[in-house]
C-alpha cells in the first residue's frame, strides 16, 4: 500500500511540471525542474533527486503516477 502522507499532486501543463503548492515553504505554483519523459522512468523504477526551486529542500521521488510524486519522505502531517 502507498503511503499518501508521502505523496504530493502534481500537474502537466505545457511540458512544464508544478506543484500548486510547496510542501515545505508553501509557496504558490512551484515549476517543478522534471520534463515529462522523467515521469516515466521513474515510474519504471529510477530514483531522481528533486530540490525544490523556491526553498531548496531535497526529496528522492520513488514513483509517479498520473497525478502524485511518491517520495522518500513525509510530506503531509
Known amino acids: 500500500m502507498i503511503p499518501f502522507n508521502q505523496t504530493w499532486?502534481?500537474?502537466i501543463i505545457?511540458?512544464?511540471i508544478y506543484v500548486h503548492?510547496?510542501?515545505f515553504c508553501q509557496a504558490e505554483n512551484i515549476i517543478l525542474p522534471l520534463k515529462p519523459k522523467e515521469l516515466i522512468s521513474i515510474h519504471e523504477g529510477k530514483k531522481k533527486l528533486l530540490v525544490f526551486p523556491c526553498c531548496s529542500n531535497r526529496i528522492t521521488l520513488l514513483d509517479t503516477d498520473s497525478d502524485y510524486l511518491l517520495a522518500d519522505t513525509v510530506?503531509?502531517?
Do not use: F, Q, S
Request: hydrophobic share 15%; with cysteine.
Open 9 to 11: 499532486p502534481y500537474d
Open 14 to 16: 505545457m511540458n512544464d
Open 21 to 23: 503548492e510547496c510542501p
Open 75 to 77: 510530506l503531509r502531517h
